[in-house]
């Protein structure tokens, strides 16, 4: 009986063993969850290129890391606002980074590149199994673009048009909002937008806005060569 009880107390101790050593270890348990975590995200990669790709010259898509907001930027799809990947992450970003209860979703929310051009983004949150936010994708839709068209749509389809003779104005206190319209009226008339128009196009519209006078406001020539693609000597070259 004693030696039945060794070999029971024996099978039990072997048991107990083999169950610590297929036991994870909280290492192995960290590595898993990051692995999970780079799946996402390259998942979600694969969606910001293929969104970026169906809308070329008009829509911006960012993918942002948010396990590393200095260099946050992980794949970045029609490139509108000059970012490069490796760049850090925005306050929305930070935002989600320090508050895992900050909404998953922020749509058609006003926003601006770098240039000065409108644009209408949404932002998405992407959260791993834990409930924490790891990585956004970004839409920035350029809206400037779609300014003229509408313009030209509304011109198009005008049922009646009064025409009549406007004084020459003293153009000093335009702004660089009244510019852009001009500009962006100009380029609808060539059934283009402004970056699309050809060198002679773009001459002819830079002379023009010179013999109206829109070369009197301040910073009018920087806001013409944002606004057209071009440097500012470009813009000078065309006035003359």
């Known amino acids: 009986m004693g030696h039945v009880s060794g070999g029971e107390g024996q099978g039990a101790s072997s048991d107990a063993a083999s169950d610590a050593d297929s036991a994870p270890t909280p290492g192995a348990v960290a590595d898993s969850a990051a692995d999970a975590d780079e799946h996402l995200i390259r998942e979600a990669e694969k969606i910001a290129v293929a969104l970026g790709r169906m809308f070329p010259g008009l829509c911006e898509v960012v993918l942002h890391d948010l396990r590393n907001p200095e260099h946050a930027v992980r794949a ?3 490139n ?22 900050y909404p998953s979703v922020v749509q058609n929310y006003p926003n601006q ?7 209408k983004s949404t932002s998405i949150g992407i959260k ?10 970004c839409l920035n839709l350029d809206v400037s673009v779609l300014s003229p068209v509408t313009l030209a749509l509304s011109n198009l389809m005008a049922t009646e048009t009064q025409h009549r003779e ?4 003293t153009l000093r206190d335009r702004n660089a909002r009244e ?3 001009a500009v962006e009226a100009r380029a609808a008339e ?5 970056r699309s128009l050809s060198r002679s196009d773009k001459k002819a519209l830079v002379q023009q806005l010179r013999r109206d006078g829109y070369f009197d406001s301040r910073d009018a020539a920087q806001t013409i060569a944002d606004l057209l693609g071009v440097s500012r000597a470009t813009v000078y070259n065309y006035a003359r």
């Open 76 to 78: 970045i799809e029609n």
């Open 80 to 101: 509108l606002s000059g970012r490069q990947v490796g760049d850090s992450v925005t306050e929305l970003g930070l935002l989600r980074i320090h508050d895992p209860h």
């Open 113 to 119: 590149f770098p240039d000065g051009r409108p644009a």
């Open 128 to 137: 791993n199994a834990a409930g924490e936010y790891i990585a956004a994708l």
């Open 166 to 169: 406007q004084p020459l104005e």
């Open 179 to 181: 510019l852009r319209q």
């Open 190 to 194: 060539r059934a283009g937008t402004p």
